[in-house]
Structures are given as structure tokens and as C-alpha cells.
């Protein structure tokens, strides 16, 4: 069983930055793949990225490609999303998920994760 706490949401203008937080419980952290999805409101839950277990191997959605960078650290149980250039299309609910997985393929479906947090807003003002 893992839980996930997302944090670092918040209301940016266009164009800023911000940096999401995704704190895992338990020690088998490493043994799972990460991904990061939104959702806007009236719309479906979507693909961000996704980091392999070792953090060797990263994907974007083409609308994060550039902008956001998605990384983790093993030892603080901790994966991150740093977005920049931030756009109102950017606002939504996004949340983090995790996938016992020791492949390093790129998983961007949400069929595919096992746990998921609770989400944190983020609200790009124009």
C-alpha cells in the first residue's frame, strides 16, 4: 500500500513558475514508476509525465514537453513536477500516481497506476 500527499499547488499568473511535491508513504518507493495527470474543470483527467523507478527515463505530454520537468528523489520518497512559463490552460486538479513497476516504459494512461493522491489546485491567472 502506498499513499500519496501532493502539495506545492497554488494561484500563479501566467507565465510563473511552480513546483509540485508528491510525498509517498512506505519503503518500497523506488519499486514504483510516477506519474503526474490534471484535470481542468468539465474536462477528462489527462497525461502530464512520468518518471521510470530510477529516474533514468522521463515522458511528456506535448503540451508539458518543454515547460515541465518531472523528477524524483528515492531517499526523500518524494517525486516532483517543476512547471515554468505557466499558461491559464495549465489550471486544474493535479495529481500523482504510482506504478509497481521496475520497467522503465513509458506509462501515461491512468488505467495503468495503481495508487493515486488526492490532487492539489493549481489556477493560472492570465
Known amino acids: 500500500q502506498v499513499q500519496l500527499v501532493e502539495s506545492g499547488g497554488g494561484l500563479v499568473q501566467a507565465g510563473g513558475s511552480l513546483r509540485l511535491s508528491c510525498a509517498a508513504s512506505?519503503?518500497?518507493?523506488?519499486?514504483?514508476?510516477m506519474g503526474w495527470f490534471r484535470q481542468a474543470p468539465g474536462k477528462e483527467r489527462e497525461f502530464v509525465a512520468t518518471?521510470?523507478?530510477?529516474?533514468?527515463?522521463?515522458y511528456y505530454s506535448d503540451s508539458a514537453k518543454g515547460r515541465f520537468t518531472i523528477s524524483r528523489d528515492n531517499a526523500k520518497n518524494t517525486v516532483y513536477l517543476q512547471m515554468i512559463s505557466l499558461k491559464p490552460e495549465d489550471t486544474a486538479v493535479y495529481y500523482c500516481?504510482?506504478?509497481?513497476?521496475?520497467?522503465?516504459?513509458?506509462?501515461?494512461?491512468?488505467?495503468?497506476?495503481?495508487?493515486w493522491g488526492q490532487g492539489t489546485q493549481v489556477t493560472v491567472s492570465s
Open positions: 500516481a504510482a506504478k509497481h513497476t521496475l520497467y522503465s516504459g513509458n506509462y501515461y494512461t491512468g488505467n495503468e497506476y495503481d495508487y
Open positions: 518518471i521510470s523507478w530510477s529516474g533514468g527515463n522521463t
Open positions: 512506505g519503503r518500497t518507493f523506488r519499486l514504483y514508476a
